[in-house]
């Protein structure tokens, strides 16, 4: 099967484009025809410039797990949504995502973009809306033309990013450490959250021995000496303890939500006719966050709120377009992109 205009035409059964969605917790790359059929899947862990000590190495992990069985020659086209890849990380992104390229065997190079275009096109082929994300990072865009036109947040863990994984984590850590010191309420956080920071196998009965002081340290410790991007395991912790009545962590979630409400709003209103999509593991898992967002967001709308749950197929849809020797039809285009987000990840 082929598809093509004029005297250039281009053997499908050869031809792949890819895909690669790089956020904050894990890397997502999908191989896929022009036909919107996934060939090939891999993942790794985050991408995110900012937040993640080594992305490039996660970038070539997904790569190759995706392109395990197919000839780099067959690649026609990339796209690589990045995380942090704004005009203020464009370059460092640019540079990381050339050298995974070239690290894979892949000719020429990805066109590289912000994640948030990426999250759009894995939950719709419609050109324009609005993105939410809120996963290890929290940013919210307008959509024109399959392109972010206007962003708000975004801006990092250590400056921005309200409403995020990584939020979360810093405020539910200040919840203990202020508990443990005396300076805030008691709170249930104290429990589980020092053993998600320090795993399993962490000494909890010499810590106790030796006093809250000790588990303060302990705590601080780790926070630390992991990556930024490594408190957004703690947004799991602050949900358990509010479903278990824990004011503190019903009232981080609450002000999460609000900061997160409140990006999508300053964009300024929306047409009703027009897709929302929620992208990112909090607003994608059925949480009390993702519950209180969308209460927050209840409006008079005419189109529905999506959810967008695999960023490679998104990230592959757009590598379509982006593929200079496809000269394939919108209604195809459109075809494809439907089948490839709605393929099991």
Do not use: K
């Amino acid at each position: 099967m082929t598809y093509g205009a004029g005297s250039e035409r281009v053997d499908t059964g050869a031809v792949v484009v890819v895909g690669v969605d790089a956020g904050g917790t894990s890397t997502r790359c999908t191989v896929a025809t022009p036909g919107g059929a996934v060939v090939g899947r891999g993942a790794s862990g985050g991408g995110n410039l900012r937040s993640v000590r080594d992305p490039g190495a996660h970038l070539v992990e997904a790569l190759r797990g995706a392109l395990r069985d197919i000839d780099p020659a067959r690649v026609a086209a990339g796209v690589l949504g990045m995380a942090g890849a704004g005009s203020a990380g464009r370059d460092r992104a640019e540079g990381l995502a050339r050298r995974a390229w070239s690290a894979v065997g892949l000719p020429g190079g990805p066109t590289v973009i912000p994640d948030l275009a990426v999250a759009f096109a894995a939950a719709t082929d419609a050109p324009d809306g609005t993105v939410l994300i809120a996963g290890t990072g929290a940013v919210s865009a307008r959509v024109r033309d399959r392109r972010a036109v206007r962003r708000c947040d975004g801006y990092g863990w250590l400056v921005g990013d309200e409403g995020s994984g990584v939020w979360i984590g810093q405020q539910a850590v200040r919840a203990v450490l202020g508990a443990l010191d005396g300076r805030r309420e008691p709170t249930l956080l104290v429990d589980d959250l020092p053993e998600a920071l320090l795993g399993p196998g962490c000494d909890r009965a010499a810590i106790a021995v030796q006093g809250r002081e000790a588990l303060a340290q302990a705590v601080i410790a780790a926070v630390y000496d992991a990556e930024p991007a490594r408190l957004a395991v703690l947004a799991p912790v602050v949900e358990r303890a509010a479903a278990q009545g824990d004011v503190t962590a019903r009232r981080i979630l609450g002000e999460a939500a609000r900061h997160l409400v409140a990006s999508a709003r300053a964009l300024g209103q929306d047409d009703p006719t027009e897709p929302f999509v929620l992208s990112g593991s909090l607003l994608t898992e059925p949480t009390l966050l993702a519950e209180l967002v969308r209460t927050g967001l209840t409006e008079r709308r005419e189109a529905p709120v999506l959810t967008a749950f695999d960023g490679g197929a998104g990230a592959a849809a757009l590598a379509l377009r982006a593929a200079p020797r496809l000269h394939v039809r919108e209604d195809t285009l459109r075809h494809a992109h439907r089948r490839l987000i709605s393929a099991p990840a």
